[in-house]
């Protein structure tokens, strides 16, 4: 894989778990949620990121890079689609972690 396809798909990645901070007001009068609520879902996505890059990170340093790639673009897409219809506090956040756990392996993977 291109040095150049490996940034750009780290950088769509991590557009995508970013942008849901310009949407924050929208999706409070959306969906309803009170201001914590969006504060988990805010931080769901960095949080799963960071845990998914310490816990599985061993796993790339094994060589097992192709498949970690693989499943962090599947993570990614899956959450991102599904954050867009999600409407409840629990599947946002859950989809943002997906979203977050997809750009945590792609994050080690990538390196």
Do not use: C
């Amino acid at each position: 894989m291109s040095r150049r396809l490996i940034y750009a798909v780290n950088f769509l990645m991590a557009m995508s778990l970013g942008v849901v901070f310009v949407f924050l007001a929208d999706l409070q009068d959306r969906n309803g949620l009170e201001t914590w609520e969006l504060g988990i879902v805010a931080a769901a996505g960095f949080l799963a990121a960071l845990i998914a890059q310490v816990i599985l990170s061993p796993l790339a340093d094994r060589g097992h890079i192709g498949i970690l790639s693989a499943i962090a673009l599947a993570a990614s897409v899956v959450g991102t689609l599904g954050f867009v219809v999600a409407n409840q506090t629990w599947t946002l956040a859950a989809t943002r972690g997906l979203a977050g756990v997809g750009l945590g392996l792609y994050g080690v993977a990538g390196r």
